[in-house]
């Protein structure tokens, strides 16, 4: 994490794009034991960076929620790719916003990375106690607060964009 933090900590504001992306978990009381996937979203104009959050509902073998952001079609993309982004996953509470619970870290996502996270966001004790907030409804709120350079989306653009190679007789 200390090159990432690094890596990011040279980024100027207006060179770092930032979505936030909302999953409304319904049913969530009902889900099995296992990871689970939202629907994809994208933090740049291409469409070349997708995202989706991973959680373990029932933990990811410990007592708490498990959530991650995972890079969608991780196996598809090209060898040696790699993504900088520095992000943030909130568990809301629906009736104190000030008691949403986030966790933030930098990572260099890759073949060998491609999600990272927090295997301990919140204790499902916490998150089951319906009087808590946490689940309404039987409905979980999970935030997604992701940031990537400007300059890595451009040239990830320009590299994957073909120009016909001219060849000079001679």
């Not at 959680?55 to 993504?83: F, I, Q, T």
């Amino acid at each position: 994490m200390e090159a990432a933090m690094e890596r990011w900590n040279t980024l100027a504001p207006e060179d770092i794009i930032t979505v936030t992306f909302i999953w409304r978990i319904y049913n969530f009381s009902t889900l099995s034991k296992g990871k689970k996937y939202s629907n994809i979203f994208i933090t740049d104009d291409t469409g070349d960076y997708q995202w989706r959050v991973l959680v373990y509902p029932k933990g990811n073998c410990v007592d708490h929620m498990s959530a991650y952001l995972d890079v969608a079609g991780a196996s598809e993309l090209p060898l040696g790719w790699s993504r900088l982004a520095c992000f943030k996953l909130t568990v809301c509470n629906e009736l104190d916003r000030r008691r949403s619970i986030t966790k933030e870290t930098v990572h260099i996502f890759d073949k060998n990375d491609s999600d990272w996270g927090f295997t301990s966001l919140i204790p499902l004790t916490v998150l089951n106690d319906h009087t808590q907030g946490y689940l309404v409804n039987d409905t979980c709120v999970i935030e997604a607060n992701v940031s990537v350079p400007k300059a890595l989306t451009t040239l990830a653009n320009e590299a994957s964009s073909s120009v016909p190679v001219q060849h000079l007789g001679g």
